[in-house]
C-alpha cells in the first residue's frame, strides 16, 4: 500500500514537472509587423490546386456514372442481384465520399492560406 502511495506521489510529480510549462517572451511589436513574403512556393501551390480541382472533378464524374451503373443493374437485377448490388454500392459511396471531402478539404485549406 505504501509503495502504491509512493508510486502515486511520484506520477503526480511527473506529470506536474513535464506540464510545467515556462513562457519566455520579450515585447514584440504588432503594429509594425511585417512578414516576408514567401519565395519559390507560388508555381507548385499553383500546380497542386489545378490538380486537386482535376481529381475532384474526375472522381465526381466517376462516383456519378458508377452509381448510375449500380443503379440501374439493381433496378433491373432479381433478388439476390439486388442484395449484391447494395453491398456493391456501400464501399462504393463511402469511398466517393471519401475521395470529395478528402479533394474538398485541402482545396479549402488551399484557398484559405493563398
Do not use: C, H
Not at 447494395?86 to 492560406?113: D, R
Request: no cysteine.
Amino acid at each position: 500500500m505504501k509503495l502504491k502511495r509512493v508510486g502515486v506521489i511520484l506520477i503526480i510529480m511527473l506529470i506536474t514537472v513535464i506540464m510545467n510549462s515556462n513562457v519566455l517572451g520579450t515585447d514584440f511589436d504588432y503594429q509594425n509587423y511585417q512578414p516576408a513574403p514567401q519565395q519559390g512556393y507560388g508555381e507548385v501551390v499553383d500546380w497542386a490546386g489545378s490538380f486537386l480541382g482535376i481529381l475532384r472533378n474526375v472522381g465526381v464524374i466517376v462516383g456519378v456514372v458508377g452509381i448510375a451503373i449500380i443503379g440501374i443493374k439493381y433496378m433491373l437485377g432479381s433478388v439476390e442481384q439486388k442484395a449484391q448490388y447494395k453491398q456493391t454500392l456501400i464501399p462504393f459511396a463511402i469511398g466517393i465520399l471519401m475521395l470529395v471531402a478528402g479533394t474538398v478539404l485541402v482545396s479549402v485549406i488551399y484557398e484559405v492560406f493563398a
